[in-house]
């Protein structure tokens, strides 16, 4: 598994991806002054978006029904946990946009090659915000402590499993 977005997941046999970007922003709006640089301030945070691109070879290696799988949950408008294979947690995630290359044609029109782009745009504050579990963040010294990382990571996996029974509950009420 190299990542899940709600429940699905990335990996060979459905879509793997060869290329992850992810671009985040910062707001610093500009105020003119006169005969100096523009003022800036920070106002807080932007866009952050993350990038998937790849390509599949149906016959050999992924599946043109996880392209579908990805244009339905977009089309639900509903976020979904991003996590890494690793554990890592991403945050929650909207599909925004998806491309689709078709190339390497059969006679039948099926193709052998399909390239793809999958671009997600963040609508959490944060993560720890998102979980809702560690509680009081007063001590940056208990949550830096490996007790603290130990009860994050367990109050995290906890809410996981309710997340994915929630993902499931909506994605078969869509069938």
């Known amino acids: 598994m190299m990542m899940t977005l709600g429940m699905f997941v990335f990996s060979l046999p459905t879509l793997a991806y060869q290329e992850l970007q992810r671009q985040t922003e910062w707001k610093h709006p500009g105020s003119s002054r ?3 640089r523009d003022a800036h301030q ?3 945070k932007g866009d952050d978006t993350i990038t998937l691109s790849g390509w599949i ?3 050999l290696t992924g599946s043109i029904y996880s392209l579908d799988a990805l244009r339905l949950m977009a089309d639900t408008g ?3 946990i991003l996590i890494q294979g690793t554990g890592r947690i991403y ?12 190339t390497i044609l059969a006679q039948n029109g099926a193709a052998g090659r399909i390239e793809f782009a999958l671009t ?11 979980l809702n579990t560690l509680g ?4 940056i010294k208990n949550m830096l402590s490996l007790e603290g990382i130990g009860n994050s990571l367990n109050n995290a996996m906890d809410s996981g499993a309710s997340t994915f029974n ?3 509950n909506s994605v078969r009420s869509l069938f």
């Open 120 to 130: 997600l745009k963040r609508t959490d504050e944060s993560v720890l915000s998102m």
């Open 166 to 168: 929630n993902v499931a």
């Open 136 to 139: 009081d963040l007063g001590s």
């Open 78 to 80: 509903k976020s979904w």
């Open 91 to 102: 945050g929650s995630f909207v599909i925004t946009s998806m491309s689709e290359g078709r």
């Open 57 to 59: 070879a149906p016959e």
């Open 42 to 44: 920070f106002t807080g």
């Open 34 to 36: 006169v005969g100096t």
